[in-house]
């Protein structure tokens, strides 16, 4: 993310062409002379080339039946026109905002292009509604340097980006850091960055525990209320991509702080914002509605929109799967994967996101086998160099995949549930790591407890036997953090322990009966070579291995 992407980018010098197409002859304007020129690619004409001038009324008998055709926007630098509704879609690159061809707000200006308008409409809301009460416009009341020094603002900034940065790496550090000098030093008025600003200073805040910043809630209540109400006049302020970093940043923060139903929708409102200013599109790919040629952006620029576009995907896809809600799925997204440094450790997370398969009408029989499938590629991810955190995160997905599992009823295959096990124990050894490193990550409570559950649940002699490791991890966050939610946790696992205790001294209790019965029987012996062997009647048990046999 750079400042100069917020910006709107310098206009290139228009060069002379010795042809010129049907639209710019009949309005004798420059033609640049490409298929299709930049004049029309501006205005949304038709861009045809013929070997002589068309009729005056040639051209102008082109109706509103060439709606359709114009809202197919043809992609800055192509060849030809969208090919699919999900590419009709007009970028204001002043505004910094993406719309479809066919809503309230573009159609209007396809209209008036088919009519051959020299002057369409801009792109505003005129008739969306009545218009009895005044739009509220941004007004920021209180700044930011009245709450924080830039001495806190930069301690706290770095300790993002030392912690949460790697896991969600959507900023470019020491740009941020110059800029976040800048604003301070100069009194900027930039209330998109100041929103970003709060929320990166509130993380660093809250993963610096216990050394943490004496004004985080009021700094977040404080960019929260900035949000909320946030509509830019649309003569003055630009919207740019720090406000979708804003609300990015937002989501991480309430999924550590504030309940599942508020992470959860500030992580769709995150991506809404996304497609509100078309980053889930490639540049080259969209129209816009500017009357200047512009240059091509760099390929940080491009990269800044993607690790955007991908950070919001994946914190929403991850609290929506673990909430059980469903995720935002945009329409038409076309964003490239991210330009992948070295050893980086965000892709982990990203693919891990991307295989998480969605609540859906599906049949129940595919839902199974995705579910399965997940956790293969889960226990078949390599992790000869995986950090804590990741195995973490995995862990937990394998307890949400058993979730959904048992919900459907499926009897799990030794394989599989071997995988759930090892997914689940190996997130338990990482949530020890990270809890005694002091890093408060949600998970790092969450993943043993659901572990803890499952293995309850699987009942089986290898579920039970590690459910001692799990009530230790659990034990030793809670020691560490010591707050009310870690001890309560805890004290819900020693009951769950408790209850599945008393089952199963209930169901021995049966066992026993039926051998003291059994002993009043003198005549009834069993044969001391029974009570030596070694046999596993769980698998005698089993109806799948009398199947077979039945088979054979």
Same mark, same amino acid.
């Given at each position: 993310?750079?400042?100069a992407? #917020?910006?709107?980018?310098?206009? =290139?010098?228009?060069?002379? *062409?010795?042809?010129?197409?049907?639209?710019?002859?009949?309005?004798?304007?420059?033609?640049?002379?490409?298929?299709?020129?930049q004049?029309?690619?501006?205005?949304?004409y038709?861009? &045809?080339?013929?070997?002589?001038?068309? +009729?005056?009324?040639?051209?102008? &008998?082109k109706?509103?039946?060439?709606?359709?055709?114009?809202?197919?926007?043809p992609a800055r630098?192509?060849?030809?026109?969208?090919?699919?509704?999900?590419?009709?879609?007009?970028?204001?690159s002043?505004?910094?905002?993406?719309?479809?061809a066919? *809503?309230?707000?573009?159609f209007?200006?396809?209209?008036?292009?088919?009519?051959? &308008?020299g002057?369409?409409?801009?792109?505003?809301?005129?008739?969306?509604?009545?218009?009895?009460?005044?739009?509220?416009?941004?007004?920021q009341?209180?700044?930011?340097?009245?709450?924080? &020094?830039l001495?806190?603002a930069?301690?706290?900034?770095?300790?993002?980006?030392?912690?949460?940065?790697?896991?969600?790496?959507?900023?470019d550090?020491?740009?941020?850091?110059?800029?976040?000098?800048?604003?301070?030093?100069?009194?900027?008025?930039d209330?998109?960055?100041?929103?970003?600003i709060?929320?990166?200073?509130? /993380?660093?805040?809250?993963? =610096?525990?216990?050394d943490?910043?004496?004004?985080?809630e009021e700094?977040?209540e404080?960019?929260?209320?900035?949000?909320?109400?946030c509509?830019f006049?649309?003569?003055? !302020? %630009?919207?740019?991509?720090?406000y979708?970093g804003?609300w990015? !940043?937002? =989501?991480i923060? %309430?999924r550590?702080?504030?309940?599942?139903?508020?992470?959860?929708?500030? #992580?769709?409102?995150?991506?809404?914002?996304?497609?509100?200013?078309g980053?889930?599109?490639?540049w080259?790919?969209?129209?816009?509605?500017?009357?200047q +040629?512009?240059?091509?952006l760099? *390929?940080?620029?491009?990269?800044?929109?993607?690790?955007?576009?991908?950070?919001?995907?994946?914190?929403?896809?991850?609290?929506?799967?673990?909430?059980?809600?469903?995720?935002?799925?945009i329409?038409?997204?076309?964003?490239?994967p991210?330009?992948?440094?070295?050893?980086?450790?965000?892709?982990?997370?990203?693919?891990?996101?991307r295989s998480?398969?969605?609540?859906?009408?599906?049949?129940?029989?595919?839902?199974?086998?995705?579910?399965?499938s997940?956790?293969?590629?889960?226990?078949?991810?390599?992790?000869?160099?995986?950090?804590?955190?990741?195995?973490?995160?995995?862990?937990?997905?394998a307890?949400? /995949?058993?979730?959904?599992?048992? @919900?459907l009823?499926v009897?799990?295959t030794?394989e599989?549930?071997?995988?759930i096990? #090892? $997914?689940?124990?190996?997130?338990?050894? +990482?949530?020890c790591?990270?809890?005694?490193?002091r890093?408060?990550?949600?998970?790092?409570? #969450?993943?043993?407890?659901?572990?803890?559950?499952?293995? /309850?649940?699987i009942? =089986?002699?290898?579920?039970?036997?590690?459910?001692p490791q799990?009530?230790?991890?659990?034990?030793?966050?809670?020691?560490?953090?010591?707050?009310?939610?870690?001890?309560?946790?805890?004290?819900?696992?020693?009951? @769950?322990?408790?209850?599945?205790?008393?089952?199963?001294?209930?169901?021995?209790?049966? $066992?026993?009966?039926?051998?003291?019965?059994? *002993?009043?029987?003198?005549?009834?012996?069993?044969p001391q070579?029974?009570?030596?062997?070694?046999?596993?009647w769980?698998?005698?048990m089993?109806?799948?291995l009398?199947?077979?046999?039945?088979?054979?």
């Open positions: 993310m750079s400042e992407e #917020s910006s709107t980018v310098t206009p =290139s010098k228009r060069k002379r *062409s010795r042809r010129a197409c049907d639209p710019c002859r009949q309005r004798k304007k420059k033609c640049d002379g490409k298929e299709p020129c004049l029309c690619q501006d205005f949304e038709v861009c &045809s080339y013929t070997s002589k001038d068309p +009729a005056v009324g040639q051209f102008s &008998s109706r509103l039946h060439q709606a359709s055709d114009a809202a197919q926007l630098g192509s060849q030809s026109l969208a090919s699919s509704a999900e590419d009709r879609a007009v970028f204001d002043r505004k910094g905002f993406l719309v479809d066919s *809503s309230v707000l573009a209007p200006r396809i209209l008036a292009n088919s009519l051959e &308008s002057q369409p409409p801009k792109l505003r809301n005129l008739v969306y509604n009545i218009g009895i009460r005044q739009e509220r416009y941004f007004i009341g209180t700044t930011l340097s009245q709450m924080l &020094s001495e806190d930069q301690r706290y900034s770095r300790a993002f980006f030392r912690i949460v940065h790697p896991w969600h790496a959507y900023l550090q020491d740009e941020f850091m110059a800029r976040l000098q800048r604003h301070f030093s100069e009194a900027l008025h209330p998109p960055f100041e929103m970003l709060a929320f990166i200073v509130a /993380l660093g805040s809250y993963f =610096s525990w216990p943490r910043f004496c004004r985080e700094l977040v404080l960019a929260m209320g900035w949000m909320d109400r509509i006049p649309d003569v003055s !302020a %630009q919207i740019c991509i720090y979708a804003a990015v !940043a937002r =989501s923060y %309430q550590g702080t504030a309940s599942p139903r508020a992470a959860w929708m500030s #992580s769709c409102m995150a991506m809404h914002v996304v497609e509100f200013m980053l889930h599109k490639e080259d790919t969209m129209t816009t509605v500017t009357l +040629a512009t240059e091509p760099s *390929s940080a620029m491009l990269d800044g929109r993607r690790r955007v576009y991908w950070t919001a995907f994946t914190v929403n896809r991850l609290i929506s799967t673990e909430y059980g809600r469903s995720c935002v799925e329409a038409g997204t076309n964003c490239k991210v330009d992948w440094k070295v050893g980086e450790t965000f892709q982990l997370l990203v693919d891990t996101a998480l398969p969605q609540l859906s009408d599906v049949n129940e029989e595919l839902k199974v086998q995705s579910y399965i997940a956790v293969e590629r889960l226990a078949n991810a390599p992790e000869a160099s995986d950090p804590d955190y990741i195995r973490l995160v995995r862990g937990d997905v307890c949400l /995949l058993y979730r959904r599992l048992s @919900l009823n009897r799990l030794d599989t549930e071997k995988q096990l #090892s $997914l689940g124990q190996k997130g338990t050894e +990482a949530a790591v990270l809890a005694i490193e890093q408060p990550w949600w998970k790092v409570i #969450s993943t043993p407890f659901q572990f803890l559950c499952v293995l /309850l649940s009942d =089986s002699p290898g579920s039970l036997k590690l459910i799990a009530l230790r991890t659990l034990l030793q966050v809670n020691e560490i953090f010591n707050t009310q939610r870690t001890k309560e946790t805890c004290e819900t696992a020693q009951v @769950l322990v408790q209850i599945a205790q008393q089952k199963k001294e209930k169901e021995l209790s049966h $066992l026993r009966e039926g051998l003291a019965i059994a *002993s009043t029987d003198p005549s009834v012996v069993m070579a029974w009570v030596d062997m070694d046999i596993d769980m698998e005698l089993d109806p799948d009398f199947a077979t046999d039945m088979i054979a």
